[in-house]
């Protein structure tokens, strides 16, 4: 989706013709949270696809309503998962009768609150605001995510590598700096 546009449409080897709206479709029928990263790399996806249709008019307007509608659904879960610490983990995607916002971080490995966190924050830094949860909950997760970023001791650093710069790549969008 980075390259093509603006044509629609590609054939792959075997003569298959498919359009930018068939990856849609198919990352649309993934289960939320299902996926690398619980689930983020479908929200990031779904989010690139929804910009590159700003620039190039690649989708039909029912799959932007679509993806629009899976992301707002996203962002509402994710305002209804988010920890008083202002952390997400990997269970974002459950419904729950009441919000988490009084409860404290989940006993999981820091690591795994950083990747969920930092996964969410980068592609809601990417995302339209009408897509977004609200300013308040993405502040509470980027000041999560600074707090515990700089808490990570240098033994910790090594094996918590593959999450933190996805954190560090959303407080950077987030706050308009370069990459």
Known sequence: SSYLPPNGSWVNRFGERF???????A???????????YGTHVLYALN???RIDEAC????P?????????LQQASMNLENAQYS?????????????EARSSLPEPPLAAKNIVRATGHHLEWIALANYDVRPSQACVTRASSYLLRRGLSFAPSEIGESYGPLPHAARALCLLHNQDW
């Open 19 to 25: 359009t930018f709206d068939d990856l849609a479709d």
């Open 48 to 50: 690139y696809l929804i």
């Open 62 to 70: 029912v799959t932007v309503a679509r993806i629009r509608q899976r």
């Open 27 to 37: 990352l649309l029928q993934r289960p939320e949270g299902e996926g690398p990263c």
């Open 57 to 60: 008019a690649v989708l039909e």
């Open 85 to 97: 610490t202002g952390a997400w983990s990997e269970d974002w995607h459950v419904p729950r009768g």
